[in-house]
């Protein structure tokens, strides 16, 4: 099997690494479920080449995502439910049906102000017909957060719903009020601790992580956003640990924390000090 431009090619190579006794072991007890987490992980990928501005890289991670959507319509065709032709059927006839001022037979120009609308009605129809397709008991009742969608990375759907659940009143007036939920939330991390329940700890710390993304909501901070930079800062921090270290002839390994705790106030010191250098004066440039 040779690489090829070709779109088939790869349809082909996952058959065959599905195909019983003589595929990929690994890939052959795979399910939707086990891909799940793979197929978010490189959307991630995709948007922090982009964030970098590696085409290279991204040209790679497009790949990447490309190979899970062939998995799950693989795994689909072999339950015969579908096949990957029909998901972009699926979708060409989405994006020809929401677009109309480009694809309409005849007279289908629109102005551009009208065409977001356009597009919020025609979803909204499309909307209804998933809703008409599904069992009555299924639709019985419609919740005020079911437009959020439930694929949403954790901290972005609890943003979502918490701005859906603000839109009827069911909210925090001020941030501070949400700071005392937090350390309402910590408290009760604290008891469960003590209690030594695992179930509950997990339990009580996703509230208190959806009590923090509630904070960053109401003082307008992406938390997804504010998270990576956090996780940047970390690296950083610790990547100057492992430098200083080094620079010692000593490793990770043979540091103690005290000693690790140290080179860590370091970092932070030497980050603000260069953060805080005081601009030159002089007139302002364009």
Request: hydrophobic share 45%; with cysteine.
């Amino acid at each position: 099997m040779t690489p090829s431009r070709d779109i088939s090619r790869l349809i082909e190579i996952m058959a065959a690494l599905r195909t019983p006794v003589t595929g990929c072991p690994w890939d052959l007890i795979q399910n939707f479920e086990t891909i799940a987490p793979y197929t978010i992980e490189e959307a991630y990928e995709v948007a922090d080449a982009i964030t970098r501005g590696d085409l290279d890289d991204l040209r790679e991670e497009l790949g990447d995502l490309l190979l899970q959507v062939v998995y799950h319509a693989r795994m689909a065709e072999e339950q015969n439910a579908f096949a990957f032709g029909d998901v972009v059927e699926a979708i060409t006839r989405k994006m020809i049906r929401r677009h109309p001022h480009v694809f309409a037979d005849k007279d289908g120009n629109i102005q551009p102000a009208s065409v977001k609308s356009a597009w919020e009605r025609i979803k909204a129809e499309e909307k209804a017909e998933r809703a008409a397709r599904r069992p009555p008991e299924e639709t019985a009742h419609t919740s005020l957060l079911a437009s959020v969608k439930a694929g949403l990375p954790a901290l972005t759907r609890a943003m979502e719903l918490q701005r859906k659940a603000s839109t009827v009143g069911f909210d925090w007036n001020d941030p501070r009020a949400v700071l005392a939920k937090i350390r309402e939330e910590a408290d009760e991390i604290e008891a469960a601790l003590d209690r030594n329940d695992k179930q509950e700890i997990a339990e009580e710390t996703g509230d208190l992580m959806f009590a923090l993304v509630n904070l960053a909501r109401h003082v307008d901070a992406d938390p997804e956003t504010a998270l990576r930079a956090t996780n940047a800062k970390f690296e950083r921090r610790f990547a100057y640990i492992e430098r200083a270290l080094a620079a010692k002839g000593r490793s990770l390994e043979n540091a103690s924390l005290d000693e690790m705790d140290a080179l860590w106030n370091e970092a932070k010191t030497a980050a603000t000090t260069t953060a805080v250098v005081p601009a030159k004066a002089g007139p302002p440039t364009a």
